[in-house]
């Protein structure tokens, strides 16, 4: 069990994470209904099962310590940031101890939740044009990447190419034609940030809030437990700020409030539902619910 002691210092921003899941799974029933001649029915039945917080934690739990899992039980599941230079991780969290458990989350952790949308959305990153052409009007439109050249082009029947430098990769404009350029130059991880100002109180300066709205992606991986969820919702920006000896630190941090859905993977006997005293049945089927970061608190314990 790796723990990191509580007593040294560092400059961290700490929220929990909290998850609410309901996932669907399918099981089938055979039986015989007749015996002259025999045979057999099949009905399928749809299980929902919660997978909560808690039910994280200890599929996370038995990786790490195996049938010692109960040495987390009662830990908390949090984003850690490093205010010094924005380093992100996930850590079981207990009695002021705790155990960095971000590989289990295969990276989707960084950047606010968000590194993940690309691999999702992966056409997003591509530049592409619609080329127009004709001699005397518009006869055809072929849609083509970047990658595509006058070889290309010709073979699909379009004539009269003339070799030019168009930006974003395009590189061929024709006599008789007319080439438009459309380019994905937005990022997926950006999210809709909305800033409004208020009095703090009647006599003092105004202080800044600031809300956002965006798309995001939460990957967990464990032996017992898998999913895969895109996410979509509301947050907030805080501006996390404390003091250690003396030297100030401060960074904005993002908490948000999501739907979510997807899918998932179950081993239904392990000791997360039950006592783990059955060979391994696995499930998978869709998923849906909630996750939530909270509001980000300083602290002095080791960060990422």
């Not at 003091?243 to 948000?256: D, F, H, K, L």
Request: without cysteine; hydrophobic residues 35%; proline residues 4%.
């Amino acid at each position: 069990m790796a723990l990191a002691a509580g007593g040294l210092h560092a400059q961290t921003s700490i929220q929990r994470l909290t998850f609410s899941l309901l996932g669907e799974y399918q099981t089938n029933i055979f039986y015989t209904n007749s015996d002259n001649p025999p045979l057999t029915n099949e009905d399928s039945r749809t299980h929902t099962i919660l997978i909560g917080t808690g039910s994280v934690i200890k599929a996370l739990a038995v990786d790490l310590e195996g049938t010692n899992y109960s040495t987390w039980t009662g830990s908390e599941l949090v984003r850690e940031v490093n205010l010094t230079n924005g380093n992100e991780g996930i850590f079981l969290r207990k009695a002021g101890n705790q155990t960095n458990v971000s590989s289990f989350f295969g990276g989707s952790y960084s950047n606010n939740f968000t590194a993940g949308l690309s691999n999702a959305f992966p056409a997003l990153n591509n530049n592409f044009a619609n080329v127009i052409f004709g001699s005397n009007g518009v006869t055809d439109i072929i849609t083509y990447t970047a990658t595509n050249d006058i070889a290309n082009l010709a073979a699909n029947g379009v004539t009269n190419l003339v070799a030019s430098v168009v930006t974003n990769g395009v590189t061929n404009i024709f006599t008789n034609g007319v080439i438009q350029v459309v380019t994905n130059n937005f990022s997926l991880e950006t999210p809709l940030v909305r800033g409004w100002r208020r009095m703090s109180d009647p006599t003092n300066t105004t202080t800044n809030f600031v809300t956002t709205a965006g798309l995001y992606f939460i990957s967990l991986n464990t032996t017992n437990l898998k999913f895969n969820l895109m996410a979509v919702g509301d947050g907030a920006v805080t501006s996390v700020a404390g003091s250690i000896e003396g030297t100030p630190y401060e960074r904005a941090v993002n908490s948000q409030y999501l739907g979510t859905a997807g899918f998932f993977y179950l081993n239904t006997t392990t000791n997360i539902f039950d006592t783990g005293a059955n060979l391994p049945v696995s499930f998978t089927g869709p998923m849906r619910g909630t996750f939530s970061t909270t509001q980000p608190w300083f602290s002095t314990i080791p960060g990422p």
